[in-house]
């Protein structure tokens, strides 16, 4: 079982940056890749971007392609995601994800982060 913990997020005005990170921990054996999914209340769950830990090939959502990157220390367990030119419709809970299938698809992912609360006002 893999263990994540979130840390960062908070609120920004439109236009603002905000990173996020999390740290991985217990059998990490099975983990290929991890990543990053957000959501709204009421809405499904969706990947945001996710980055295999050897070799860094990454993937991203249309809606954050070019302001959002992905990042990774292997040897730390540790994946980042810097958030820029954020918009209000970024506004979501973030998830960080540990998968041994990698993909934007929700159901690749095999364990979960708290969630972390980003909140950007117009």
């Known amino acids: 079982q893999v263990q994540l913990v979130e840390s960062g997020g908070g609120s920004v005005q439109a236009g603002g940056s905000l990173r996020l990170s999390c740290v991985a921990s217990?059998?990490?054996?099975?983990?290929?890749?991890m990543g990053w999914f957000r959501r709204s209340v009421g809405k499904e769950r969706e990947g945001v971007a996710v980055i295999y830990l050897v070799g860094g090939t990454t993937y991203y959502a249309d809606s954050v392609r070019g302001r959002f990157t992905i990042s990774r220390d292997a040897g730390k367990k540790t994946v980042y995601l810097q958030m820029n030119s954020l918009k209000p419709e970024d506004t979501d809970t973030y998830y960080c994800?540990?998968?041994?299938?990698?993909?934007?698809?929700?159901?690749?992912?095999?364990?979960w982060g708290q969630g972390s609360q980003v909140t950007v006002s117009s």
């Open positions: 217990g059998y990490t054996g099975r983990t290929n890749c």
């Open positions: 994800a540990a998968e041994s299938r990698c993909g934007l698809e929700t159901a690749y992912v095999e364990s």
